[in-house]
């Protein structure tokens, strides 16, 4: 167990201990179908969104990511049918904008299946808020898994900005070229092609020349501004996914 360890009361009343977190609201639910590592389908036709995790796409044209993804998805099989009981903490954003159900999917012990994917090396840990409860906890296990070159991590996962060829979850290193301050964003262009658009209040203390590792849903979105033009943007929410290097 982790050193987040804290004890939980179910809503039926089971007391059990959790991996990860403070507690939370749990459901009962079944799961019926597997679609990947980090998608699943809940008896009641909903589709659920792993949260805190993004495991590598099956049809990823890298074989090492198509690998893992392979891996993934049989690990959850697995793991689910390891347990008789399972329970769904929805997050706080509870819906995506494909209007998948948003949550952690644990055990009647506590243990938590996105944990258990990112410990393993086999999901990419990423944070969007406000659903953030878990990311101390899903963090640790990826530092753990990478220093020890689990699964994903046995090889160096990310790539270079000019690398960069598909919209999709990416992990990218870049070089700032430009920062471009807005109302309610601020936008740092890597290697003069890929725009990170931070949209917070507060602005990051990020200076041209800096090497940053990036993680995120990239975007094959033109960029204008001025006489600037990029071809793709990553959106993000938390600065949790930026690493300074």
């Avoid at 953030?132 to 020890?148: G, I, T």
Wanted: aromatic share 10%; net charge positive.
């Amino acid at each position: 167990m982790s050193a987040f360890f804290v004890s939980v009361i179910l809503q039926d009343g089971i007391a059990v201990a959790a991996e990860c977190g403070q507690p939370m609201v749990r459901r009962s639910v079944d799961v019926t179908y597997v679609y990947d590592g980090d998608t699943l389908k809940l008896s009641n036709r909903r589709k659920l969104r792993l949260v805190g995790v993004n495991t590598p796409e099956v049809k990823d044209s890298r074989p090492e990511f198509a690998d893992i993804a392979a891996k993934a998805t049989h690990f959850v099989r697995q793991w689910i049918k390891k347990h008789d009981r399972l329970y769904l903490e929805v997050a706080q954003d509870e819906k995506d904008n494909y209007g998948r159900t948003l949550g952690y999917l644990v055990s009647a012990s506590g243990e938590d299946l996105g944990h258990a994917l990112v410990a393993n090396g086999l999901a990419f840990a990423v944070t969007i808020a406000p659903n953030d409860e878990k990311q101390r906890c899903y963090a640790k296990a990826e530092s753990l898994a990478r220093s020890a070159y689990k699964g994903i991590w046995l090889s160096d996962p990310s790539i270079k900005v000019g690398d960069v060829r598909y919209a999709g979850f990416e992990l990218v290193t870049g070089k700032i070229t430009h920062v471009l301050y807005f109302k309610t964003s601020t936008a740092y262009v890597l290697d003069n092609s890929i725009v990170v658009m931070l949209k917070l209040k507060s602005r990051l203390s990020l200076q041209i020349g800096q090497h940053l590792e990036v993680r995120g849903w990239v975007s094959k979105k033109s960029f204008h501004y001025k006489d600037f033009m990029a071809s793709y943007v990553l959106h993000l929410n938390n600065l949790v996914n930026i690493k300074v290097l």
